[in-house]
C-alpha cells in the first residue's frame, strides 16, 4: 500500500468488498433461478437488460452524486440493500405464481441494481479527496480492480454456493454482508472537503455543465464512441454466456461459474500487471488498440474449441487484454478531471459506454435462441479487433493533453 492510503481509504475499500459481495449474492441467485427454473433465454436477457440499462441511465445520478453528503448516499443506498435483500426472500418463500415471481424478482432486482448504482460512483468520487499526487492513480487502480474482478470472482463463487444452497438461502446471505458494509460506511470519518459546497446548481444546469466538460476535453468522445459501438456486442456476449455454458462445458452451476472464474482471473492478471506502465498520448492509443486485437483474437479462436479448459482459458485471455486497456483508461479519467465534477464525468462515461448493452443483450438472447450459441462470442471477438484496428489507425492520430 501507498503511503496515501489512510485508514479511512482502508475502510473505504472494505465497504466496497462487502458491497461487491452482496450485490453477486443477489444478482447471480437472481440470474441462476431464471436460467433453471424458466430455462428461457428471455428472462435471462431481461436481468442483462435490467443491470445494463441502469448503468446506461446513471448520468441522471451526476449532479446528485456531486451535491449530496456522500456519506448519507452510502449509508441510504447500502440500506435499501438490506431490505430489497429480505423482501426477495419473502417474495419466494410466499410461492407465488411462476410468472408472476418472475416479474416481482426483475422488479425488485432493478431497485437493487440503481442502489448500486449510487453506491460505486459514490466511492469513486471519494478517492480524489483521499488520496494526492501520483499517488492518485495507483489507488485508483486498486479500487477499479476491486470494481471490475473481484465482482467476476465472487460471481463464480455464487455459483459454487448455489451448487449446495437453494437460491433463497443464498439471497439471504446479502443480508448480513450488506450490514456489515452499512457499519463500515457508518464509521466513515470524512475531512470536510468531503462534503458538497454551500452553492447548489439547479439540477439542469449542473447536467449540462458535466456534458460541457466532458466534450471540451479533446481525448475522451474519440475514445467512448468506439468503446459505446463495442459494447453492443459485449452485451450480446455476455448475455449469450450462460447458454454458452450449459452447451460446451455443463449444465450445472459450475460450468458458467468456471467461465466467469476464467473472465475475473484474466481481469486480475490485467489489472495487476497495467499497474506497472506509465503510458499517455499516442502510446495509451498504441496499447489500447493492441490489447483490443489480442483480446478479440482471443474470442475468435473458440471457433478452433470451445469445449472445457480451452475455452475457459482463450475466455480468460480475452479479459486479461482488455482488462488492462479498460482500467488504464477509468485511471486517466479519474485523474484528469476536478472532483467537482467527478461524480457528472464518472456517470456520464459510464452512460456513453453502457448505452448499448441492453440493446445487446436483447441481441445475445435472439441469437442463442435463433443462431449456434458460438456466434455471440465470435461477433464480440470480430467486433473487437476491427476496434482495435480502428485505434491504431485514427484515435493514435490525434493530439492530446
Not at 426472500?89 to 442502489?115: K, Q
Not at 454551500?198 to 481525448?219: C, D, K, N
Not at 474470442?299 to 475457459?312: I, P
Not at 455471440?376 to 485505434?391: D, M, S
Amino acid at each position: 500500500m501507498t503511503a496515501t492510503n489512510t485508514p479511512t481509504i482502508r475502510q473505504l475499500l472494505a465497504g466496497r468488498i462487502l458491497t461487491n459481495i452482496g450485490d453477486s449474492l443477489i444478482y447471480m441467485s437472481v440470474l441462476w433461478y431464471f436460467n433453471t427454473r424458466y430455462q428461457s433465454a428471455l428472462f435471462v436477457t431481461a436481468v442483462f437488460v435490467i443491470t445494463s440499462g441502469v448503468d446506461a441511465l446513471s448520468f441522471l445520478l451526476g449532479p446528485i452524486l456531486d451535491r449530496v453528503r456522500v456519506k448519507r448516499v452510502l449509508v441510504g443506498a447500502t440500506a435499501s440493500q438490506i431490505i430489497l435483500a429480505l423482501v426477495l426472500v419473502s417474495g419466494m418463500a410466499l410461492r407465488l405464481n411462476g410468472g408472476f415471481l418472475g416479474v416481482f424478482l426483475l422488479v425488485f432486482l432493478l431497485l437493487s441494481t440503481v442502489s448500486s448504482a449510487l453506491i460505486y460512483p459514490t466511492e469513486d468520487k471519494l478517492l480524489p479527496l483521499l488520496a494526492n499526487g501520483a499517488d492518485l492513480l495507483h489507488v485508483n487502480g486498486l479500487f477499479q480492480m476491486s470494481y471490475q474482478v473481484l465482482d467476476l470472482m465472487l460471481n463464480g463463487a455464487v455459483l459454487g454456493l448455489l451448487s449446495f444452497l437453494s437460491v433463497q438461502q443464498t439471497l439471504l446471505l446479502a443480508v448480513p454482508v450488506f450490514g456489515v458494509a452499512l457499519l463500515v460506511f457508518k464509521l466513515l470519518r470524512l475531512r470536510p472537503a468531503g462534503s458538497p459546497t454551500t452553492v447548489e446548481e439547479p439540477y439542469g444546469r449542473s447536467l449540462r455543465v458535466g456534458w460541457q466538460t466532458l466534450a471540451r476535453h479533446p481525448f475522451m468522445l474519440k475514445v467512448l464512441i468506439p468503446f459505446a459501438t463495442l459494447n453492443l456486442f459485449y452485451g450480446a456476449a455476455d448475455a449469450a454466456l450462460p447458454r454458452f455454458a450449459r452447451v460446451y462445458l455443463s449444465g450445472q452451476a459450475w460450468g458458467y461459474g468456471a467461465l466467469l472464474t476464467g473472465i475475473s482471473v484474466g481481469g486480475l492478471v490485467g489489472a495487476l500487471l497495467v499497474q506497472k506502465l506509465t503510458l499517455t498520448g499516442n502510446q495509451l492509443m498504441t496499447f489500447a488498440g493492441g490489447c483490443l486485437i489480442l483480446g478479440g483474437g482471443c474470442r475468435l479462436l473458440l471457433t478452433v474449441s470451445r469445449q472445457g479448459v480451452v475455452a475457459v482459458f482463450l475466455i480468460s485471455m480475452s479479459a486479461l487484454f482488455v482488462s488492462m486497456m479498460n482500467i488504464n483508461f477509468i485511471a486517466y479519467v479519474q485523474s484528469a478531471f476536478p472532483a467537482a465534477v467527478l461524480g457528472r464525468i464518472s456517470t456520464i462515461n459510464e452512460s456513453l459506454i453502457s448505452a448499448m448493452i441492453p440493446i445487446g443483450s436483447v441481441l445475445g438472447g435472439v441469437m442463442v435462441t435463433h443462431w449456434a450459441v458460438i456466434w455471440p462470442q465470435l461477433i464480440y471477438g470480430g467486433a473487437t479487433v476491427l476496434n482495435g484496428l480502428y485505434f491504431l489507425a485514427v484515435i493514435r492520430r490525434t493530439t492530446f493533453v
